[in-house]
């Protein structure tokens, strides 16, 4: 099993970005799918999560409004559409998933599985 997260990069403040986790090994359709991210010195955050079954969405106060999740199931791929980037939106993201839902989805040792992570960075 395997998630392979893509799409980061260098932008700069107000600019957007899409990321991707790909899921493999298995069919991801019912997971609930996650994303967070690790600024520099700080502990890993909860950014965003999707429901398998009902394809219900939960963000952080941070991005909400700006970020927004989905995932398209024919292909096991979750996204992360981010507008408005901010300086403090800097981190590295990662997705994660667990195979069913659970009320405290925002804890980070709830999850299984993990992508490798990639650099979002943005610039004033």
């Known amino acids: 099993v395997q998630l392979q997260a893509s799409g980061g990069g260098l932008v700069q403040a107000g600019d957007s970005l899409r990321l991707s986790c790909a899921a493999s090994?298995?069919?991801?359709?019912?997971?609930?799918m996650a994303w967070f991210r690790q600024a520099p010195g700080k502990d890993r955050a909860f950014v965003a999560a999707i429901r398998g079954s009902t394809s219900a969405t939960y963000y952080a106060d941070s991005v909400k409004g700006r970020f927004t999740v989905s995932r398209d199931k024919a292909k096991n791929t979750v996204y992360l559409q981010m507008n408005t980037l901010k300086p403090e939106d800097t981190a590295v993201y990662y997705c994660a998933a667990r195979p069913t839902f659970i009320v405290i989805y925002r804890d980070v040792q709830n999850y299984d599985y993990w992508g490798q992570g990639t650099q979002v960075t943005v610039s004033s």
């Open positions: 090994g298995r069919t991801f359709g019912t997971y609930l």
